[in-house]
């Protein structure tokens, strides 16, 4: 079974890793799933996700937000009523940016029966093919990958 919520990169790995070892083993079960990060970063990518389109809804309406805290609204706020779709991208694709970077962490994890075997986080790097059929694979490999930084 593989999640698709992985990103393509992995994808591509965990795809070529599953082709080989059912070759090697084709009665072998292979899971692939996320690797997920730590709660609080994933409380501060959906925060900031209800936030990003909170801040594209002001922009798109032309509402200034500083205004109801008694302040000048900067000159950034100013050139994005301007450029209101310059700025709504301005704020999705960095906000996105951002998302992505805390929902990261660069795992590709490797169990055989719930014992690891191999860790990208612990290791710096994913296995070689070679490495790879060198594991003894028991009836049940199951993959844990996920796409972000820790």
Same mark, same amino acid.
């Given at each position: ?6 990103? %393509? ?27 997920? %990060? ?15 389109? @909170?801040?594209?809804? @002001? ?8 205004? @109801? ?65 060198? @594991? ?15």
């Amino acid at each position: 079974m593989y999640d698709n919520a992985l990103l %393509p990169r992995y994808k591509r790995v965990f795809e070529e890793y599953t082709q080989a070892l059912y070759q090697r083993y084709p009665d072998i079960r292979i899971e692939g799933e996320n690797y997920l %990060p730590i709660p609080i970063y994933r409380h501060i990518a959906s925060f900031l996700s209800v936030f990003k389109l @909170l801040v594209i809804g @002001l922009i798109i309406i032309g509402r200034d937000p500083f205004a @109801l805290f008694g302040m000048q609204a900067p000159g950034m706020w100013e050139w994005g009523q301007g450029n209101k779709i310059y700025a709504c991208m301005m704020v999705f694709f960095l906000s996105n940016m951002i998302e992505n970077q805390l929902m990261s962490t660069g795992a590709f994890e490797i169990t055989l029966n719930d014992v690891p075997v191999w860790s990208k986080l612990e290791s710096g790097h994913l296995p070689s093919m070679q490495q790879l059929l060198e @594991l003894k694979a028991p009836p049940c490999l199951r993959w844990v990958s996920h796409w972000a930084v820790r």
